[in-house]
């Protein structure tokens, strides 16, 4: 039982890794970055 957790574990948290390992350019401008905001 404990060893399936890990497994889960692994296999969900090791994507995130990656793409927080990127580098994702910032291109929005200011006001693009204020509208979608004011959206949520």
């Known amino acids: 039982m404990n060893n399936a957790v890990v497994k889960l574990a ?3 948290l090791l994507p995130l890794g990656f793409v927080k390992g990127q580098e994702i350019p910032n291109t929005l401008t ?3 970055k204020a509208y979608e905001l004011s959206l949520v």
């Open 30 to 32: 200011p006001e693009q």
């Open 10 to 12: 692994l296999l969900f």
